[in-house]
């Protein structure tokens, strides 16, 4: 069964590789996972960075596909480029990650592939929280499976993807698939953060904030997208 995921960046090769690589070396079969990366017409920076890492994945059975936006939508519009990849993805399910993000558990895509399995022709939204998230009480990173695309024909209608995907799950009384893959989130504008591990509480540092850092709190309208019988649900 293959899985597609997807990663949306801006000139931030650094912090994408590193993101990547922890999920390609900590997978168990590179040659079922789609990774898909979203960019937008102008960032030569990440485009270079791939082209030299495809050598490198191609070693561990990886192929990479590339998707260049038509214009910089920013980061008040996050979710054009998600639907990009969403029009694409070839998988079972597809499934977004941060550049931020990093894979602390082998086997996650295998932990996805037995619970997908379950869901498999009913539509299901697949919820994962970081570590050092789980205070915050909703899953941060989140995808769909392939039902799913097909009845709504978009992954996300906000850039707050999170919020919007675990809203509409429970407006339409779906329960989500929630496979055991561990996960940290590098937050920007934090300085440490704190997760436990074996019992253990550890400390990571985290990246520096940015101009163009945003938050989910915004006054932007939110079209709709969603299943049969959830049309009145508000965003």
Not at 45 to 56: G, Q, R
Not at 142 to 168: C, H, M, P, Q
């Amino acid at each position: 069964m293959k899985i597609s995921a997807m990663w949306m960046t801006r000139k931030r090769s650094h912090e994408l590789i590193y993101s990547v690589c922890s999920f390609l070396h900590k997978a168990d079969d590179n040659s079922n996972i789609e990774y898909i990366f979203i960019t937008d017409p102008d960032d030569n920076e990440t485009v270079e960075a791939l082209e030299k890492l495809v050598p490198m994945a191609h070693a561990h059975n990886a192929e990479f596909t590339h998707i260049a936006a038509e214009r910089r939508f920013g980061y008040a519009s996050l979710e054009e480029y998600q639907n990009m990849a969403a029009k694409q993805f070839t998988g079972e399910c597809l499934i977004t990650f941060a550049d931020d993000n990093i894979c602390m558990r082998q086997g996650w895509d295998t932990a996805i592939r037995n619970e997908l399995v379950k869901r498999q022709g009913t539509p299901a939204w697949l919820s994962i929280t970081p570590l050092n998230e789980i205070w915050k009480g909703y899953p941060t990173i989140v995808g769909i499976n392939r039902a799913w695309y097909e009845k709504t024909k978009r992954f996300s209608g906000t850039r707050a993807t999170d919020i919007y995907i675990s809203d509409l799950g429970k407006a339409a009384n779906i329960e989500p698939i929630t496979p055991h893959v561990d996960t940290l989130h590098l937050q920007r504008g934090r300085t440490t953060s704190e997760y436990q591990i074996n019992g253990q509480v550890r400390r990571i540092f985290c990246l520096p904030a940015e101009d163009d850092f945003g938050g989910v709190n915004d006054n932007k309208d939110l079209p709709y997208g969603g299943f049969p019988g959830t049309e009145k649900y508000s965003y």
